[in-house]
Nanobody, 117 residues
């Protein structure tokens, strides 16, 4: 079982920056979390991938955030962070932390990011 708690989020002006953090708590650990990442869901839209990172630090980004967002991970602490720069109104969404532990997906409760002037 993996519990994910997100931190960060809020209101930011276009062009601004924001950092999201997520801490994972693993009960009865057998192995490490293979993939951690961030997804987002805007009103009326489906949840979409933002960025993922493996335990070996391989990253994957949605085309819409490449060059603006950076994902990082601390394997020892089971944390993942998303540095978001040059934010745009279209980045407004609820952002969800995700962890793939074995073959099971776990999700955080979500944190709202609003980009508006």
């Amino acid at each position: 079982q993996v519990q994910l708690v997100e931190f960060g989020g809020g209101l930011v002006q276009p062009g601004g920056s924001l950092t999201l953090s997520c801490a994972a708590s693993v009960s009865r650990r057998i192995f490490s979390i293979n993939i951690m990442g961030w997804y987002r869901q805007a009103p009326g839209k489906e949840r979409e991938l933002v960025a993922t990172i493996t335990s070996g630090a391989m990253t994957n980004y949605a085309d819409s955030v490449k060059g603006r967002f950076t994902i990082s991970r601390d394997n020892a602490k089971d944390t993942v962070a998303l540095q978001m720069n040059n934010l745009k109104p279209e980045d407004t969404a609820v952002y969800y932390c995700h962890a793939l532990y074995g073959a099971i997906s776990f999700w955080g409760q979500g944190t709202q990011v609003t980009v508006s002037s």
